[in-house]
């Protein structure tokens, strides 16, 4: 088991460190001198922009040799200093995305968890009936392949502004503030159903399309056939076949991560809803290079840690990766 | 899907003269065979030739430029103007076909520059093996972790993607490490098998043996792959042109979307401005998943029980 840890944390800690490299990498790659390349690009008032230089050149640091720059980047980084954001002057990157993490969290969170767990449900259910392998199998394949942000305007035109069952956007009524009121909350859930709906379906296709291959492809392995034949019961059957093919399905978890959380921005921003992906698309429109490198900072270690989770998650379900036995 | 047995003609009771040549026809009609009676395959490849076809087409029955301002403003469908108008007066159908055309293109580049890093670096580890195998192994696990889209949004906002080209280039080294993964399993497999060391006993080179061996014995599944990296590639590059990362210069159904949220479309009620670049990419994507599954189907015999 440890040297399956050990595994996974030193690819967790290489590609963190990468993840940095590329941060700090990619301003000093840009053709140019980075800091004019940068001020030139802000549409900020003049004594803002002398502040910006001010601080570019501390943070970037242009005088010193490289190494010693990287070894500040790193520094500040650690500190969880980001810098200050262009796009909301007066306010540091740290700060707006404490802001806006909370919301993401809300929608992506419950999303995956539950297209997970209803996605290898219903996909296990498909494998055996053939009636719901022919309905639900095409509308599975065509959820994946619909874009997030797209499936968002359907759904905000058909169930929002046509049928005005749910708001068009934001996150809460306007004339309200956040606060533990019941009045609050039912405005925060009606406004957060639509873009978790969004999310959820996605990814559900996903996940009932992998379940029912795997089941499918279980349900034909020479353990099952010999389970069959000692006259075992379907159902006793179909359990261990449902057993084998959550560990690959665990491992797919890991993987979707990073596309979710792409859905999610994507689908914040269609629906006004103010996290992280609404943020992005802010600095990307103020090219606020800060709030971006910040944001993907976020993600990176955000995802790095979902990943470590599931890992534990695979050690408690895998007993293989226990014994010291590779798993797969 | 019904099981269909193969016309008995087609297996037998051929002249064994013609043996060198015939069984290779004769496994290219069995395919065929299959393939034009696998529903799924028929259905998911119209939807995609059709697509590609109005992508070619589409853009010469119009006179309008998909950039041209000028035309009634935020007119819904109508004979003069098939899928209506933008609310800046541009014309969506103009928009619609160009920007499937780029979809294709983006899509199929993408997916070739992905395919061929992840044929290099699938063939290479799983044929050498030991640390060559280790090395890069932890390569494609560092960028499997990473999220796509986050190193996609840094690298495209400062770079500002120009033309389509770079940015298939940028989603193609990203697109990679799934496909890298399957491709050494499959070369893992076949490593071990007779006609390999038979190869290698023969004194021919690993290139050689990769090339002439390894690669033609799995080409159904690398062209599964490169229709499952097409897909993605597609589906990527609609985020970025959604997030206003694309080349600004070129008309693509992401931007269209980008533009149809950002002037309030959907609080105007404007349908026809923002459902058919999704239903597009929708249907390209889609039909390409629906191909890859009957495609699965015809290639192996096991899966066409059911």
């Given at each position: 088991m440890s040297r399956y840890f050990a595994r996974k944390i030193a690819i967790y800690l290489l590609t963190f460190f990468v993840a940095v490299t590329i941060d700090f990498a990619i301003p000093r790659l840009m053709p140019g001198d980075p800091i004019d390349g940068l001020i030139a690009r802000f549409q900020a008032d003049p004594t803002a922009s002398e502040e910006l230089h001010g601080y570019f050149t501390e943070s970037f640091?242009?005088?010193?040799?490289l190494w010693e720059q990287y070894l500040t980047f790193w520094r500040g980084l650690l500190q969880g200093d980001l810098g200050p954001s262009i796009a909301y002057i007066g306010s540091s990157v740290s700060e707006l995305i404490w802001a806006a993490l909370p919301y993401t969290l809300a929608l992506l969170v419950p999303a995956i968890v539950l297209s997970y767990i209803a996605g290898n449900r219903v996909g296990a259910l498909a494998a055996r009936r053939k009636s719901l392998d022919n309905t639900v199998l095409p509308a599975a394949y065509i959820l994946s392949a619909t874009p997030y942000m797209w499936l968002a305007l359907v759904l905000a035109y058909v169930?929002?502004?046509?049928?005005?069952?749910?708001?068009?956007?934001?996150?809460?009524?306007?004339s309200l503030q956040p606060a533990w009121t019941w009045e609050f909350v039912r405005s925060f859930l009606s406004h957060w159903f639509l873009p978790f709906l969004t999310l959820f379906l996605v990814a559900f296709g996903g996940w009932a399309i992998g379940m029912r291959n795997l089941i499918i492809y279980e349900l034909e392995a020479d353990y099952a056939n010999y389970l069959r034949s000692l006259g075992a019961p379907g159902r006793l059957v179909r359990r261990y076949a449902y057993g084998n093919a959550v560990l690959p399905q665990m491992t797919g978890l890991a993987l979707a991560l990073g596309a979710v959380v792409a859905g999610a921005l994507v689908t914040e921003i269609v629906f006004g809803y103010p996290g992280i992906g609404s943020l992005i698309l802010t600095a990307i429109q103020n090219r606020d290079y800060f709030l971006l490198q910040g944001i993907f900072l976020l993600i990176i270690v955000g995802v790095l840690i979902a990943n470590f989770i599931v890992d534990i998650a695979y050690v408690i379900v895998d007993p293989r990766t226990r014994t010291g036995l590779q798993g797969s | 899907m019904a099981t269909v047995e193969p016309p008995v003609e087609s297996l037998a009771?051929?002249?064994?003269?013609?043996e060198a040549t015939a069984p290779r026809r004769r496994f290219g009609y069995e395919l065929l065979y299959f393939a034009l009676r696998n529903r799924k395959l028929v259905v998911g490849l119209s939807v995609v030739l059709a697509l590609l076809v109005l992508a070619i087409v589409g853009p010469w029955l119009?006179?309008?430029?998909?950039?041209?301002?000028?035309?009634?403003?935020?007119?819904?469908?109508?004979?003069?103007?098939w899928l209506g108008t933008t609310?800046?007066?541009?014309?969506v159908y103009a928009q619609f076909v160009y920007g499937l055309r780029s979809s294709f293109i983006v899509g199929a580049l993408s997916a070739a520059i992905a395919s061929l890093i992840a044929m290099t670096i699938g063939f290479v580890s799983g044929y050498r093996g030991g640390i060559i195998d280790e090395i890069l192994g932890m390569l494609t696990n560092v960028v499997l972790v990473l999220p796509t889209l986050a190193v996609l949004i840094v690298f495209a906002a400062y770079l500002s993607v120009g033309s389509l080209v770079a940015e298939a280039v940028l989603i193609g080294v990203t697109l990679w490490p799934w496909a890298a993964r399957a491709i050494r399993a499959q070369t893992f497999s076949l490593a071990s098998r007779e006609f390999v060391s038979l190869a290698r006993l023969s004194g021919a080179g690993s290139t050689r043996i990769i090339v002439r061996e390894i690669a033609p014995n799995m080409s159904s599944y690398l062209f599964l792959v490169f229709i499952l990296l097409f897909g993605g590639g597609v589906l990527t590059a609609a985020t970025l042109d959604f997030l206003g990362?694309?080349?600004?210069q070129v008309m693509s159904l992401g931007q269209m979307m980008y533009t149809a949220v950002y002037s309030s479309a959907l609080q105007l009620g404007m349908w026809w401005w923002f459902i058919p670049p999704g239903l597009g990419i929708t249907a390209i994507v889609g039909g390409l998943y629906i191909t890859n599954v009957g495609l699965d189907e015809v290639f192996n015999p096991r899966l066409r029980e059911r």
């Open positions: 640091g242009l005088d010193q040799p169930l929002a502004f046509k049928l005005g069952w749910f708001p068009v956007s934001g996150a809460y009524d306007f | 009771g051929e002249p064994v003269a013609a119009t006179d309008a430029d998909p950039f041209e301002f000028g035309y009634p403003i935020g007119e819904p469908p109508s004979r003069d103007y609310s800046a007066g541009q014309d990362l694309g080349p600004a």
